[in-house]
């Protein structure tokens, strides 16, 4: 049999043996369902209406204060109700079995239940100030457009400097929420391919796997079939999540010109990271016998990827700092910042390159490091392998 057709084979033998894992098909179930119910759920909380805040007047009431109440409530972009109640008593009554916000109590004192709103607090005071002056200025004998003159507020006008962008502000949110999903596939498949090499170390498999096939292609399998995998489990999310999105109904937000290049680079980037440390992975899994000993091994993979996700974090804050920038080029979170600073529209052109080549680049160079690891290490058992004997293992 050709080499890559037994390579094949693996990656399909490690494509089937996770997919049918319990652990993985309850946590993509649950993940797939709990992502396409968020749109449905925004669209309901979203197109709800609002309920209108219940004003009530007891004691003794200003004239015109009912008609003031609703003229504010406009100048307040609020929408209220006003209730009328004929003593004191019955008002707090109202007010604590929740039928009412507030009480305007005698022209001068509000009271609400448990804690007051300021905005609603504005509102009345508002509405009592205007009334009471319109009162004694008709008293006085002006007429209503003199009145208007005194009570009624100047317009302001409220512009500002740059207008937000609200498709912009949704592609960097779905690149953020994207690089989320990398930090967490690369992490989650990279550990994959560590188990699963200590799996067949520790119960002797490899041994009988070896017999037919050389170390390269026994990782090169694992790690295209676990990536296949994951590759597959990002579809599934990220289609979820761009049906959900179409469900939100969200406003002056293109979906599809959102969702469709969004979910391009998150796959994109997926498999460049995911290729440069699923390697790294195996090689660090493939020094260690027993399970138990395995987290340890894992720190170091999961110290050059956390910085990342830290740094995709300051990205989609400042896309355009010098940290985010930088690390935007370099090969170990090029994948987690780089789609960040692209949808934030802060990426030039030869930035884009410089991350791709050298995440390939570096992908190379930990392929063919991770392989002599992986071979010097793979069938010494018994205890943990440092990675300078596994190095020089490979070479005897």
Same mark, same amino acid.
């Given at each position: 049999?050709?080499?890559?057709?037994?390579?094949?084979?693996?990656?399909?033998?490690?494509?089937?043996?996770?997919?049918?894992?319990?652990?993985?098909?309850?946590?993509?179930?649950?993940?797939?369902?709990?992502?396409?119910?968020?749109?449905?759920?925004?669209?309901?909380?979203?197109?709800?209406?609002?309920?209108?805040?219940?004003?009530?007047?007891?004691?003794? &009431?200003?004239?015109?204060?009912?008609?003031?109440?609703?003229?504010?409530?406009?100048?307040?972009?609020? &929408?209220?109700?006003?209730?009328?109640?004929?003593? !004191?008593?019955?008002?707090?009554?109202?007010?604590?079995?929740?039928?009412?916000?507030?009480?305007?109590?005698?022209?001068?004192?509000?009271?609400?239940?448990?804690?007051?709103?300021?905005?609603?607090?504005?509102?009345?005071?508002?509405?009592?100030?205007?009334?009471?002056?319109?009162?004694?200025?008709?008293?006085?004998?002006?007429?209503?457009?003199?009145?208007?003159?005194?009570?009624?507020?100047?317009?302001? &006008?409220?512009?500002?400097?740059?207008?937000?962008?609200?498709?912009?502000?949704?592609?960097?949110?779905?690149?953020?929420?994207?690089?989320?999903?990398?930090?967490?596939?690369?992490?989650?498949?990279?550990?994959?391919?560590?188990?699963?090499?200590? &799996?067949?170390?520790?119960? !002797?498999?490899?041994?009988?796997?070896?017999?037919?096939?050389?170390?390269?292609?026994?990782?090169?399998?694992?790690?295209?079939?676990?990536?296949?995998?994951?590759?597959?489990?990002?579809?599934?999310?990220?289609?979820?999540?761009?049906?959900?999105?179409?469900?939100?109904?969200?406003?002056?937000?293109?979906?599809?010109?959102?969702?469709?290049?969004?979910?391009?680079?998150?796959?994109?980037?997926?498999?460049?990271?995911?290729?440069?440390?699923?390697?790294?992975?195996?090689?660090?899994?493939?020094?260690?016998?027993?399970?138990?000993?395995?987290?340890?091994?894992?720190?170091?993979?999961?110290?050059?990827?956390?910085?990342?996700?830290?740094?995709?974090?300051?990205?989609?804050?400042?896309?355009?700092?010098?940290?985010?920038?930088?690390?935007?080029?370099?090969?170990?979170?090029?994948?987690?910042?780089?789609?960040?600073?692209?949808?934030?529209?802060?990426?030039?052109?030869?930035?884009?390159?410089?991350?791709?080549?050298?995440?390939?680049?570096?992908?190379?160079?930990?392929?063919?490091?991770?392989?002599?690891?992986?071979?010097?290490?793979?069938? !010494?058992?018994?205890?943990?392998?440092?990675?300078?004997?596994?190095?020089?293992?490979?070479?005897?």
């Amino acid at each position: 049999m050709k080499p890559w057709s037994q390579v094949a084979l693996l990656a399909k033998r490690e494509f089937l043996e996770r997919a049918r894992s319990k652990p993985f098909l309850i946590t993509m179930s649950l993940l797939t369902v709990a992502i396409l119910a968020i749109g449905p759920v925004i669209s309901m909380l979203s197109s709800g209406e609002s309920e209108a805040t219940k004003i009530g007047l007891a004691g003794e &009431e200003l004239p015109g204060i009912e008609q003031e109440l609703y003229e504010q409530a406009v100048l307040f972009d609020m &929408e209220i109700e006003v209730d009328r109640f004929s003593t !004191r008593a019955e008002a707090e009554t109202a007010l604590t079995d929740g039928q009412v916000a507030v009480v305007l109590v005698d022209r001068t004192e509000i009271v609400f239940h448990t804690s007051g709103s300021s905005q609603v607090t504005g509102l009345i005071h508002n509405a009592v100030d205007t009334t009471l002056k319109t009162n004694a200025l008709t008293e006085l004998g002006l007429s209503d457009d003199e009145i208007a003159l005194v009570v009624e507020p100047v317009p302001v &006008e409220v512009t500002t400097l740059e207008e937000q962008n609200a498709q912009e502000e949704a592609k960097r949110g779905a690149a953020f929420v994207g690089a989320i999903f990398l930090y967490i596939s690369i992490i989650m498949f990279g550990q994959f391919v560590a188990m699963g090499t200590v &799996e067949e170390k520790q119960n !002797r498999v490899v041994e009988v796997i070896l017999s037919r096939v050389r170390p390269w292609q026994v990782l090169v399998g694992k790690v295209l079939g676990i990536g296949l995998l994951g590759l597959m489990q990002l579809i599934v999310f990220a289609g979820a999540a761009y049906v959900s999105a179409q469900f939100a109904d969200l406003t002056d937000i293109d979906v599809a010109a959102i969702g469709l290049p969004v979910i391009a680079s998150l796959l994109f980037w997926f498999i460049l990271g995911y290729t440069f440390y699923a390697f790294l992975y195996a090689a660090v899994g493939s020094t260690v016998s027993r399970q138990e000993d395995l987290q340890g091994a894992l720190m170091l993979p999961i110290a050059l990827i956390l910085p990342g996700y830290l740094l995709a974090i300051f990205a989609a804050e400042d896309p355009d700092a010098l940290l985010p920038t930088v690390a935007s080029l370099l090969p170990p979170w090029a994948p987690f910042v780089m789609p960040v600073r692209i949808a934030a529209g802060s990426a030039q052109p030869w930035e884009v390159v410089v991350a791709v080549v050298g995440t390939v680049l570096g992908a190379i160079a930990l392929v063919w490091i991770g392989s002599r690891v992986y071979s010097g290490a793979l069938l !010494r058992t018994g205890g943990k392998t440092s990675l300078r004997e596994a190095w020089k293992a490979a070479v005897e």
